[in-house]
């Protein structure tokens, strides 16, 4: 406590002003995809900033202050949420890249990927990524909106990097499901219904 | 591995293709799957496909941008804790 920045040196609370305050928008991004909601995300971020202030010490010098609050701020989260934290069954077995391969295939033969290039897809699927369940959703933040590495992630989420694997993998294949919904909804999958497929728009 | 050009069959380049597009591989496996994408037409849509899926996953950045009154909410409670700027 007392080397946290607040009551430690003016060169602590100049470190702490340089390396974490500029990584606030991607903390709240985070924290929103977390909360889902934006007012528990902003108490949530409030929660990471204050924990990081006071812990700052703990912070070892050279390493990477936004994975550092990735962290803090996934932890202050399981704290809150752990009298109702929801079990998400994760599936068993392993999943490549064959299960993204064989759902464009689907998209081929329905023409529902034309809308890949002929609309912008990450309104919808900033969408599809608030459904996502955890702790898919998490994963899927990390690496592919905040560009951490596997390794990363793991030590952020505390998991064994063939589960950031998995659970990577089942999320993007999760929302690329999703993403078909949304070209068929848009008018993209014409021969789904001629083909007796599930479901029309 | 003494040979980094190993060639690799279609089941197995898009099996490892989204540890390819993460570069998670090693750089011979990494070598080889690009090896193998850049002559395979059967291949090349479905990493054009994942390619497009991962470029607009992380346009998703720009969806939830933080509203300018909650960081100044931050600054003002740390303020209160010590923070001086």
Same mark, same amino acid.
């Given at each position: 406590?007392?080397?946290?920045?607040?009551?430690?040196?003016?060169?602590?609370?100049?470190?702490?002003?340089?390396?974490?305050?500029?990584?606030?928008?991607?903390?709240?991004?985070?924290?929103?995809?977390?909360?889902?909601?934006?007012?528990?995300?902003?108490?949530?971020?409030?929660?990471?900033?204050?924990?990081?202030?006071?812990?700052?010490?703990?912070?070892?010098?050279?390493?990477?202050?936004?994975?550092?609050?990735?962290?803090?701020?996934?932890?202050?989260?399981?704290?809150?949420?752990?009298?109702?934290?929801?079990?998400?069954?994760?599936?068993?077995?392993?999943?490549?890249?064959?299960?993204?391969?064989?759902?464009?295939?689907?998209?081929?033969?329905?023409?529902?990927?034309?809308?890949?290039?002929?609309?912008?897809?990450?309104?919808?699927?900033?969408?599809?990524?608030?459904?996502?369940?955890?702790?898919?959703?998490?994963?899927?933040?990390?690496?592919?909106?905040?560009?951490?590495?596997?390794?990363?992630?793991?030590?952020?989420?505390?998991?064994?990097?063939?589960?950031?694997?998995?659970?990577?993998?089942?999320?993007?294949?999760?929302?690329?499901?999703?993403?078909?919904?949304?070209?068929?909804?848009?008018?993209?999958?014409?021969?789904?219904?001629?083909?007796?497929?599930?479901?029309?728009? | 591995?003494?040979?980094?050009?190993?060639?690799?069959?279609?089941?197995?380049?898009? *099996?490892?293709?989204?540890?390819?597009?993460?570069?998670?591989?090693?750089? /011979?496996?990494?070598? &080889? =799957?690009? !090896?193998? $994408?850049?002559?395979?037409?059967?291949?090349?849509?479905?990493?054009?496909?994942?390619?497009?899926?991962?470029? *607009?996953?992380?346009?998703?950045?720009?969806?939830?941008?933080?509203?300018? /009154?909650?960081?100044? &909410? =931050?600054? !003002?409670? $740390?303020?209160?804790?010590?923070?001086?700027?």
């Amino acid at each position: 406590m007392d080397d946290a920045a607040g009551s430690g040196s003016a060169e602590a609370r100049s470190e702490f002003e340089k390396q974490v305050l500029p990584w606030m928008p991607d903390v709240y991004r985070f924290a929103l995809s977390l909360t889902r909601e934006p007012a528990e995300a902003e108490d949530l971020l409030q929660e990471t900033y204050l924990r990081a202030f006071r812990s700052w010490q703990t912070f070892q010098p050279g390493s990477d202050a936004r994975r550092w609050l990735f962290t803090i701020c996934r932890n202050a989260f399981l704290r809150q949420r752990e009298r109702q934290r929801r079990e998400v069954v994760e599936e068993e077995g392993d999943l490549d890249g064959s299960a993204s391969f064989l759902l464009h295939a689907r998209m081929q033969s329905d023409g529902s990927d034309r809308i890949l290039s002929r609309v912008d897809l990450a309104p919808a699927l900033n969408a599809a990524l608030a459904e996502l369940p955890e702790p898919f959703r998490s994963t899927v933040i990390l690496v592919d909106v905040e560009d951490q590495s596997y390794e990363e992630a793991s030590e952020i989420l505390g998991v064994p990097i063939g589960t950031v694997r998995s659970r990577l993998f089942r999320g993007r294949r999760q929302l690329q499901e999703k993403l078909i919904e949304y070209a068929k909804d848009a008018g993209f999958a014409a021969a789904a219904t001629r083909d007796g497929g599930s479901n029309d728009a | 591995m003494p040979d980094g050009r190993k060639e690799i069959d279609c089941s197995t380049a898009i *099996a490892e293709l989204w540890d390819y597009l993460d570069q998670e591989l090693t750089p /011979e496996r990494m070598n &080889a =799957v690009r !090896s193998h $994408l850049d002559r395979c037409a059967g291949c090349h849509p479905h990493l054009e496909f994942a390619q497009r899926f991962l470029d *607009a996953l992380h346009r998703c950045r720009g969806e939830n941008a933080m509203p300018e /009154e909650l960081r100044l &909410a =931050v600054l !003002s409670r $740390l303020r209160k804790e010590g923070l001086t700027s």
